[in-house]
């Protein structure tokens, strides 16, 4: 983390919202755990078509793009949200994929004109959730772009919530608007678990289709787009019409404890795995949402993960 950004936090500290979100006006949350990376050079698009499950033919100054960087077998080893800048592109992922990401590409950037960097110092990461959240469009449509210099502002589906890329002095601009009203991360991840959106991070990396995410009713797998890093995998999955593992969501409640860890075990009545913890956030002491990729026949079952007993949401 930029190290002015971690004084500046530490100094103010944070004033932590209800999981719903807090204030109508809106909050700020300072999305610690993701980074961002520079692909720039002369063929980064082109380059990066190859390596995308959407197309980034789509992509320009006002529509970001959301999808997955894939194994050779098809597996998802990062979630990403693209950007294009003057100078190529912006990927921004979890902060325990950029040395997977970056050593996987690494061979094949050798033979572009391209060059990866982390530069997670120069943009930092905030979320802003709420209807009348300071600075935001609230009329933006899902991936839509705004942009200056200094920042950047991209609406995320569900409604009312928007990712900002911000330099050092902006991100010390919103965070001080939002005074009184920001917050940790709960509302944020609460907020990605009931628009569905499954975030990877190392504990779940290179382990699932991007069907098996819902990355396919997300629209961020395009099947008409030239051929990409495990693209023959994941159209053969679509092709056959079924996948046997999907995402899901389960609740618990009147259970103290901490929410399950990324990447643990779910279980059903005999003990048996059914699927594993993609996401999964405490709304309370003793109650919490969660996201799982399970087997389609236990989508609608309770559930454990360790001494955990869930209930479908």
Not at 59 to 77: E, P, Q
Not at 175 to 200: K, M
Not at 211 to 237: H, N, P, W
Not at 275 to 291: D, F, H, P, R
Request: with cysteine.
């Amino acid at each position: 983390m930029h190290p002015t950004w971690q004084l500046f936090l530490n100094a103010r500290g944070t004033d932590t919202p209800s999981p719903t979100g807090g204030s109508p006006q809106g909050y700020c949350a300072a999305l610690v755990d993701l980074a961002v990376l520079s692909l720039h050079g002369a063929d980064a698009a082109s380059f990066m078509q190859g390596y995308f499950t959407a197309d980034l033919d789509d992509l320009n100054d006002t529509r970001t793009l959301f999808g997955a960087y894939c194994d050779i077998k098809g597996r998802v080893v990062a979630d990403l949200i693209i950007l294009a800048n003057r100078n190529g592109l912006l990927l921004v992922t979890h902060r325990s994929l950029v040395e997977p990401i970056r050593e996987s590409l690494q061979k094949y950037l050798m033979f572009s004109k391209s060059e990866l960097s982390d530069i997670s110092e120069d943009w930092l990461t905030l979320g802003l959730l709420g209807r009348n959240a300071e600075g935001a469009n609230p009329a933006a449509p899902p991936w839509a772009l705004e942009h200056t210099d200094d920042y950047w502002q991209v609406a995320l589906p569900g409604g009312n919530r928007w990712l900002c890329l911000a330099r050092i002095d902006e991100a010390e601009r919103i965070w001080s608007t939002f005074e009184g009203r920001t917050g940790a991360l709960v509302p944020w991840q609460l907020a990605d678990i009931d628009a569905g959106i499954a975030h990877l991070d190392a504990a779940t990396s290179a382990s699932f289709l991007p069907q098996m995410l819902g990355y396919d009713e997300l629209d961020a797998i395009s099947f008409t787009k030239g051929c990409y890093l495990g693209q023959e995998v994941v159209t053969r999955a679509q092709s056959r019409g079924r996948v046997k593992r999907r995402l899901s969501r389960w609740s618990w409640a009147d259970q103290p404890g901490d929410a399950p860890a990324t990447g643990a075990d779910l279980t059903n009545a005999d003990a048996r795995r059914i699927g594993t913890v993609i996401q999964a956030v405490a709304t309370s002491s003793s109650a919490g949402e969660l996201l799982a990729v399970a087997a389609e026949a236990a989508r609608d079952q309770s559930a454990r993960v360790g001494s955990l007993a869930l209930d479908p949401a």
